[in-house]
């Protein structure tokens, strides 16, 4: 490790991963934790907080592990203020939070959009609502949003609410990006494609049959490199966003889609 992060307060949501293994928002915080930063890390779910927590500070790094519904203001508030007075302030806020529901616009019903914009959109709105002022105050900050391939392409079925929500966070980014750039505080994008992450396993094998190994194995193929990426690509991606090698990145999405995104047909 080069402590790339050394001394940096992260504020990570979605820490905990939704199943066994590692999720990107799980790595992600583990990965800032190894390159010395002091982490924040919130989950809907305690215990999946707890478990990152766990392993940050098995490897001698420091870590809060924090419950919040990111998709209410109360809590978001809450959150941001305890991390400031516990840490005295908030370097990079790393947005990960997302469900996953499948569905075009007649098989999705209201409750399932108005629950996928809440979780993945709102969220950040609201994240960034309430972290950006302390960051004001310290005059530096950065900013990382993980988006989707499907945000901007067709991802092989009905993926509409996830869909537009991610296609949001590229537009939110890069106006968070410019308005706040005078004030030291960056935001940038990362858009994974196809990964293997506990999130698809259970919301997406019904796109695929049914069948989790075949689905796996065919997203797999549908990976210009054969095979799907995983959340250590997606962190890797996030941590030289956040790091001070990035500086001069602002407003950018960075593709981690193993060329899918690129492919014509």
Same mark, same amino acid.
């Given at each position: 490790? *080069?402590?790339?992060?050394?001394?940096?307060?992260?504020?990570?949501? /979605?820490?905990?991963?939704?199943?066994?293994?590692?999720?990107?928002?799980?790595?992600?915080?583990?990965?800032?934790?190894?390159?010395?930063?002091?982490?924040?890390?919130?989950?809907?779910?305690?215990?999946?907080?707890?478990?990152?927590?766990?392993?940050?500070?098995?490897?001698?790094?420091?870590?809060?592990?924090?419950?919040?519904?990111?998709?209410?203001?109360?809590?978001? =508030?809450?959150?941001?203020?305890?991390?400031?007075?516990?840490?005295?302030?908030?370097?990079?806020?790393?947005?990960?939070?997302?469900?996953?529901? *499948?569905?075009?616009?007649?098989?999705?019903?209201?409750?399932?959009?108005?629950?996928?914009?809440?979780?993945?959109?709102?969220?950040?709105?609201?994240?960034?609502?309430?972290?950006?002022?302390?960051?004001?105050?310290?005059?530096?900050?950065?900013?990382?949003?993980?988006?989707?391939?499907?945000?901007?392409?067709?991802?092989?079925?009905?993926?509409?609410?996830?869909?537009? *929500?991610?296609?949001?966070?590229?537009?939110?980014?890069?106006?968070?990006?410019?308005?706040?750039?005078?004030?030291?505080?960056?935001?940038?994008?990362?858009?994974? /494609?196809?990964?293997?992450?506990?999130?698809?396993?259970?919301?997406?094998?019904?796109?695929?049959?049914?069948?989790?190994?075949?689905?796996?194995? =065919?997203?797999?193929?549908?990976?210009? *490199?054969?095979?799907?990426?995983?959340?250590?690509?997606?962190?890797? @991606?996030?941590?030289?966003? @956040?790091?001070?090698?990035?500086?001069?990145?602002?407003?950018?999405?960075?593709?981690?889609?193993?060329?899918?995104?690129?492919?014509?047909?």
């Amino acid at each position: 490790m *080069t402590l790339r992060m050394q001394g940096k307060i992260v504020l990570v949501t /979605g820490a905990g991963s939704s199943g066994p293994g590692w999720g990107n928002g799980k790595a992600a915080a583990v990965l800032y934790a190894r390159e010395g930063a002091r982490l924040f890390a919130v989950d809907y779910r305690l215990d999946a907080a707890r478990e990152t927590q766990g392993i940050i500070e098995s490897e001698g790094g420091q870590c809060v592990a924090f419950q919040a519904d990111v998709s209410k203001s109360d809590d978001v =508030q809450r959150m941001a203020q305890a991390c400031a007075e516990h840490y005295g302030g908030i370097d990079v806020l790393h947005n990960n939070v997302g469900i996953v529901e *499948t569905g075009g616009p007649v098989e999705t019903s209201e409750e399932s959009w108005n629950r996928v914009i809440a979780v993945n959109q709102t969220s950040v709105f609201l994240t960034c609502k309430h972290v950006i002022p302390y960051m004001l105050e310290r005059k530096k900050g950065a900013i990382v949003n993980i988006g989707s391939v499907a945000g901007m392409r067709w991802v092989g079925f009905p993926y509409l609410a996830y869909s537009a *929500t991610k296609a949001a966070l590229i537009s939110m980014t890069s106006n968070i990006a410019l308005q706040y750039a005078g004030d030291g505080i960056r935001a940038n994008c990362v858009v994974p /494609g196809m990964l293997n992450t506990p999130l698809i396993r259970e919301p997406l094998k019904e796109a695929y049959g049914g069948d989790a190994d075949s689905m796996i194995s =065919q997203r797999d193929r549908i990976s210009p *490199t054969g095979a799907m990426g995983d959340a250590w690509d997606t962190a890797y @991606a996030a941590l030289f966003l @956040a790091s001070d090698e990035a500086r001069y990145v602002n407003g950018s999405t960075l593709v981690v889609d193993g060329g899918l995104s690129a492919r014509c047909a």
